[in-house]
């Protein structure tokens, strides 16, 4: 699912161009204008490498960071982690790869409801990258449902960093362990229905129901193009 491997090379070098603009005129046409005359790139092939303008750059500047994440997890030793410990190092890791300023323009013109949804599915390419790179096995629905939480945990501790003044942004990171531990009650919570045979016969039904939901297809390969191989070991 992860389609952040491969960027144009034409968009990268607009997004360049573009940066530098973005903290005064945001995300916009003005900043899209003013990276093309910046990078040298014809109005006719940046409006190719880009149709939508900025709002492909800022897409572009999101998926720049996942990459980048996927590369730092890829060369860290997580062996000694927990494998909790491992998603809170990958969410922390991934805000390091990114400007908040930048990252503050990008929520401004993703949570107008024309552009809403590219921001949500960014998020869950987001997790679905952090899953993958940790070497996430699930092809059920767990395969939803982790990258749902994940999501969550994701947008909300984006959200506080950017209003943290902490230094060394501790708090977010007190924030991060909290929402990651809160989750891992839940996956305990779930763990006891399963042991429990009175809760599991209750839930056999809707058990089944979901036991018929699968992962989309080619979700896992890492033969083809746009995929991403795992850095760690699998986890059901």
Do not use: C
């Not at 003005?30 to 014809?42: H, L, N």
């Not at 501790?170 to 809160?182: G, N, P, Q, S, V």
């Amino acid at each position: 699912m992860t389609t952040t491997a491969y960027p144009d090379p034409t968009r990268e070098k607009l997004l360049d161009a573009a940066l530098v603009h973005v903290v005064f005129d945001g995300w916009g046409s003005e900043t899209f204008k003013a990276a093309i005359a910046d990078s040298g790139v014809s109005e006719g092939l940046a409006r190719v490498a880009a149709p939508r303008g900025s709002v492909d750059l800022a897409s572009a500047y999101h998926k720049r960071g996942d990459r980048e994440m996927v590369k730092a997890l890829a060369e860290t030793d997580l062996s000694a982690m927990r494998f909790t410990d491992r998603v809170t190092h990958a969410v922390w890791l991934r805000l390091q790869t990114v400007d908040r300023e930048l990252v503050r323009r990008g929520m401004s013109l993703f949570s107008l409801p024309l552009h809403a949804p590219e921001g949500t599915k960014l998020v869950w390419e987001t997790a679905d990258a952090i899953w993958t790179a940790l070497g996430d096995t699930s092809r059920d629905v767990n395969w939803y449902t982790k990258r749902a939480t994940l999501s969550g945990v994701f947008a909300s501790t984006v959200l506080f960093w950017l209003g943290d003044d902490s230094e060394g942004f501790t708090d977010t990171r007190a924030f991060l362990d909290r929402r990651i531990e809160d989750v891992m009650k839940v996956e305990k919570a779930k763990a006891t229905v399963r042991d429990n045979k009175a809760l599991s016969a209750l839930f056999a039904v809707p058990n089944a129901l979901f036991g018929m939901i699968k992962a989309p297809a080619g979700a896992g390969r890492t033969d083809v193009p746009g995929t991403q191989q795992s850095t760690q070991g699998a986890t059901e």
